[in-house]
């Protein structure tokens, strides 16, 4: 069993699966694990749309744009998870904002999507997380109410490559101590 600072470490976006299923008690295990993560206020913002069916894949995928290369992570891998989050829940405090920051329900996604990124990893699948693409068009597809908002498709299954991992900044080239001028 791989250790917690692997699983973060090692983790990639992958853009390319293998064709197989995800299993479903696989799939209850990352959905368990994102179910314990933290959110403002408990609020669990999140509903979670697990998409399989290829013609309604293949119309997410049409929504990213033809250059990103995740469209076909989502045009042919076996599943992409919808993340959507519940407006003025997270963030809100008897129907009021509490936050400077507005409606809190990036933040709780946020989380959300590295609980299940990184247990999809630990499972022995790869992930990639998509923001760019028509939320709109998305959430008319997927019948979304209009109180929610479609944040990220989150395309998941056996990868087909390993990318080499990315650069990445030093520790110290960004933690301030105390204050931001000192490093």
């Not at 405090?93 to 959300?112: E, P, R, V």
């Not at 923001?131 to 908002?149: D, I, S």
Request: glycine share 4%; with cysteine; aromatic share 8%.
């Amino acid at each position: 069993m791989q250790s917690f600072m692997e699983i973060v470490t090692t983790r990639r976006s992958i853009r390319r699966f293998e064709s197989r299923p995800i299993e479903d008690d696989k799939m209850m295990r990352i959905l368990e694990a994102a179910r314990w993560t933290p959110s403002w206020a408990n609020s669990q913002c999140w509903e979670i749309i697990a998409v399989k069916d290829e013609k309604r894949l293949q119309s997410l995928a049409e929504m990213v744009s033809p250059k990103n290369p995740a469209t076909l992570a989502i045009a042919k891998g076996p599943v992409t998870l919808v993340i959507c989050g519940k407006k003025k829940q997270s963030g809100y405090y008897k129907g009021q904002q509490s936050t400077k920051f507005d409606d809190w329900l990036m933040f709780d996604l946020g989380l959300i999507t590295q609980t299940l990124s990184l247990t999809a990893h630990a499972e022995g699948l790869g992930s990639v997380v998509v923001g760019f693409f028509n939320h709109e068009k998305a959430a008319e597809l997927l019948e979304v109410p209009a109180e929610y908002e479609v944040v990220a498709l989150l395309p998941m299954g056996y990868p087909d490559h390993a990318p080499s991992p990315p650069k990445r900044r030093e520790v110290p080239d960004f933690l301030h101590n105390e204050t931001f001028s000192k490093k």
